[in-house]
Nanobody, 121 residues
Framework: VQLQASGGGLVQAGGSLRLSCAGR??????RGWFRQAPGKEREFVAA????????YYGDSAKGRFIISRDNDKNEVYLQMNSLKPEDTAVYYC?????????????????WGQGTQVTVSS
């Protein structure tokens, strides 16, 4: 299983980015986004169930980020709006071996390589 995250880059504060995560897991998997800034622990950002009917957001993402998915394309997206310098991190997508979404990184089996998001002030 290989997950490929893309869409990161450099953006000014207040701007937007859309991250994508492509890849098949061979089953109906929930997906999540996590991020890790230098010197900090990995942080939960958002998660979505296989059906898309259940979504969770971390406190830092609520009201600004939107997670979605297109199962026909085997892709998951993270629309990030009103970006702040503290959103700067490497963003990782992950997949579970189950359909239900989760906030916990330990529940995810498959991980992508990460995409860098840098927000300048």
């Amino acid at each position: 299983v290989q997950l490929q995250a893309s869409g990161g880059g450099l953006v000014q504060a207040g701007g937007s980015l859309r991250l994508s995560c492509a890849g098949r897991t061979g089953n109906r998997s929930a997906r999540g986004w996590f991020r890790q800034a230098p010197g900090k622990e990995r942080e939960f950002v958002a998660a979505i169930s296989w059906s898309g009917g259940m979504k969770y957001y971390g406190d830092s993402a609520k009201g600004r980020f939107i997670i979605s998915r297109d199962n026909d394309k085997n892709e998951v997206y993270l629309q990030m709006n009103s970006l702040k310098p503290e959103d700067t991190a490497v963003y990782y997508c992950a997949a579970k071996r189950a359909t239900s979404a989760s906030r916990y990184s330990g529940d995810y089996t498959y991980w992508g390589q990460g995409t860098q998001v840098t927000v300048s002030s």
